[in-house]
């Protein structure tokens, strides 16, 4: 009987796995998306979680409790002290992983939704100017060497990202036709292999499920030949025991 216990055993494991997902994280996002601001930008963060469950949400920012309790959090103006780690937590969820908004007090400032990329993956770079001032003549650089001038301001897109294009990136313009000025440059990495993400929740248990199975089958096989082993002596036997009469 133990080999059906064990499938058991193995069955109740694979059903394990789908308890950790009964409290999803929530999530915080940033609208508009960039994690690196201007004074007096806009920011919106939303906590996005379990949407069966009312109640208040929370949010620290700098593991400070803030008295906001609505799902969506709104920096009408933000400033430099605002910059920091934001989490959220919603009723059902978990407390959400931090989201880090960095606010700066500059000119001109490089903006992308993500600085980490994989090859292939496109990489849109944005030059911000101080309360969407109009800026002229725009560069953008990487590692030092110009890679595109516009007259008008245009974003900087490149459409597949290749090892090549990881480094160090700022932009450089004329805010109002007459201020020439430079971002900060920012590193946007490009890596080469997508890293090996561990099996999928649904396929891991597939295969516990079909391991156990497995199992039971060559617990079986064997059972079956010791049963068949058995039963040939226990006639070998009785044949003997015939002769023998
Ligand atoms: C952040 O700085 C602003 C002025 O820039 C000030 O009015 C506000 O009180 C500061 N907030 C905190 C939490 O320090
Ligand atoms: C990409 O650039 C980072 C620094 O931004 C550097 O540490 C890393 O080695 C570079 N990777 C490749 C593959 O060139
Ligand atoms: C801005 O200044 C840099 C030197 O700091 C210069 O090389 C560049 O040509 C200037 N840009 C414009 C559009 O005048």
């Known amino acids: 009987m133990w080999p059906l216990r064990l499938l058991t055993a193995l ?38 979680g379990s949407h069966t469950e009312d109640g208040p949400t929370q949010w620290w920012h700098k593991e400070h409790l803030l008295p906001s309790q609505a799902p969506s959090y709104s920096i009408e103006s933000a400033k430099v002290n605002d910059s920091g780690e934001y989490s959220c937590q919603s009723p059902g969820t978990q407390r959400s992983d931090p989201v880090r908004l960095q606010v700066h007090a500059v000119w001109l400032l490089l903006q992308a939704r993500h600085w980490v990329v994989q090859v292939g993956d ?64 920012v590193y946007v990495t490009v890596q080469g292999l997508r890293p090996l993400t561990s099996v999928p929740a649904p396929f891991g248990r597939l295969v516990t499920i079909s391991l156990a199975v497995g199992l039971l089958f060559v617990l079986d096989t064997g059972l079956y030949f010791s049963v068949w082993k058995d039963l040939q002596s226990l006639l070998k036997k009785r044949e003997e025991g015939g002769h023998m009469k």
């Open 122 to 185: 496109s990489i849109r770079l944005r030059c911000h100017t101080w309360k969407n001032f109009p800026i002229y003549k725009v560069q953008y650089f990487q590692d030092g060497v110009g890679k595109q001038y516009t007259y008008q301001y245009s974003d900087f897109y490149i459409e597949k990202a290749t090892a090549a294009h990881n480094g160090s990136y700022f932009c450089r313009g004329l805010i109002d036709n007459r201020r020439n000025e430079s971002s900060e440059a």
């Open 11 to 48: 069955l109740l494991l694979a059903a394990v796995g789908t308890r950790a997902e009964d409290h999803p994280k929530a999530v915080v996002t940033l609208d508009p998306e960039w994690d690196r601001v201007l004074r007096d930008d806009k920011v919106t963060l939303k906590c996005q």
